[in-house]
């Protein structure tokens, strides 16, 4: 069992669920959603991208939020995936680390940053969005990775220093050797990940057993029917559930071909029909908030 959910009271076959909006600050209808979001309640969870212009709005309605506190992280971010909508590091506009395009943005993609980056410069934008973060009043509940590109080699370890220096929980898998394999990695990697996740394990830091999410997509469907099934489908165990909701805009549209699907997960995540389901169906919504109680006894 889970040792984080056993620390928590639950137990050995419940199916507990963090339900958590990404991309938050990317745009200015992202930060609305969130907020309308977790004043609903059904979202337990969000992470903001520190490098895009409105991150100082979300910040902003945080501080001002009234009622509890926000279950906030960071969502770490190394990449500027769209092509009308750009931005790039906070740390350094220097080309040699390797975290500028030739536009002078964060590379589009996942793999650009991985082979071209410098470990140091990634290290230093990590600590410099979380400071950020931090210097804005936000109570950082936990951090994670847009587009998973610190899930690497190269950044993993110093991904997982800064959050044991913070004491903060992180986006990890608790897998065996077969099930990083599923994940893409080769033998070696996954025997290294097994042993790197058993030793945050033994140092403290909560470790997730499954990563699940609904699809952006260009044309969603039925998004509350599609939330219930995946939903339905969770194992036991403690899962990151992604979503990424935004409230309709201009601008949202102007960014990106999945809006439809953003806006439907707004929709759905605030809607009495979801709600209902989810109490019904026996799953515990949590926040990562008695996550990071627990690293900070």
Known sequence: MN???KRLGFGERDRVVIIHADDVGMCQASVQAFIDLMDFGLVSSGAAMVPCPWFPLLAQECRGHQGPPLDLGVHLTLTSEWDGYRWGPISTRDEASGLLDGEG????RREDVQEQAQPGAVQAELEAQLARALAAGLDVTHADTHMGVVAHLKFVQGYARMALEQRLP?????????????LGLDAATAAFAMQFMDQLE???????????????LEE???RIAAARA???ALPPGLTHFIIHPAADSPELRAITTSWQSRVADYRAFTSDELAGWVMDSGIQVIGYRPLRDLMRP
């Open 170 to 182: 992180a986006l990890f898998l608790r897998l065996d050797e077969a099930g990083w394999q599923e």
């Open 230 to 232: 995946a939903l339905a």
């Open 220 to 222: 969603p469907g039925d």
């Open 3 to 5: 040792p984080a959910l």
């Open 202 to 216: 033994e140092q403290g830091v909560p470790l997730l057993d499954n990563l699940a999410s609904l699809p952006l």
């Open 105 to 108: 943005y964060f590379p589009r």
